[in-house]
């Protein structure tokens, strides 16, 4: 690998979770998890709140509980990553980072489809490519105040 581990890309998907469907409470133990409702609403779970979505993205820092249910008679679709962050300085700066945002910078959203596309390809340098649009999209998410109070 060309670059330091400091954002490691662990794992990036795009789910269609049909009406109903109930991703059951969990937590990972050492990795974070971005997940980015394109489309659909639904019920989430962060910590002990429940709340319910539209489009949104919700931002799992390791060890919180966290699920998803998707509303009744609609499909939930979902841009989702998995990573670890490495540098201690930028794990304390997304401390303050809500866990879950209304409001989407559409900078993001462009970031996390072009890492989708690029994981996708598995062309040279793909992990250097995910790894450094990974880096800009936590930044991007830094960039800006919290838009909602609300978050574990």
Known sequence: TLLTRDVEPL???????EPNWRLPPH???DYYQLIFCVSGTG???????RISFTPAIFFIRPRLLHGLT???????RTLDTKFRIQVPALRRAL??????QRT????VVGLLEAILVEARAQGAL???FCQTLLTQLLLRLLRHE???PRGP
């Open 11 to 17: 794992w990036i998907a795009r789910y269609d979770y």
């Open 104 to 107: 989407v910078d559409p900078a």
């Open 146 to 148: 919290p838009v909602s």
């Open 43 to 49: 019920e989430a779970l962060l910590g002990s709140e």
């Open 95 to 100: 401390r303050s980072f809500a866990s879950f």
């Open 27 to 29: 937590a990972h133990e």
């Open 126 to 128: 793909t992990n250097e």
């Open 70 to 76: 998707a509303g009744k008679g609609v499909t939930v």
